[in-house]
């Protein structure tokens, strides 16, 4: 039960992370499965940057995971707004 759990929470996350990374994502399908494909050339550089940020702060600096949370809301609503 456990491994499944993981299994479950991992590709969430991998699903996740293509979809806010890369602005452009195709839909492939091989062999029955069908998986996100994302065009390289795509990457939202605000996003890996946020993303960075976010990761050093929890782990350097053991910032609080709510704040993280909800700085990363803000500056994305910001960011998005603004352009």
């Given at each position: ?34 998986y996100?494909?994302?065009h ?8 890996v ?11 350097r600096?053991?910032w ?20």
């Amino acid at each position: 039960v456990t491994a499944a759990v993981v299994g479950v929470i991992l590709n969430l996350a991998v699903g996740f992370a293509i979809v806010t990374l890369f602005q452009d994502v195709a839909t492939e399908s091989t062999f029955g499965f069908t998986y996100p494909r994302p065009h390289l050339g795509s990457v939202d550089g605000f996003a890996v940057a946020l993303a960075l940020v976010s990761f050093v702060g929890l782990v350097r600096s053991r910032w609080n995971f709510l704040w993280v949370i909800g700085g990363s809301a803000l500056a994305g609503l910001i960011y998005r707004v603004a352009i």
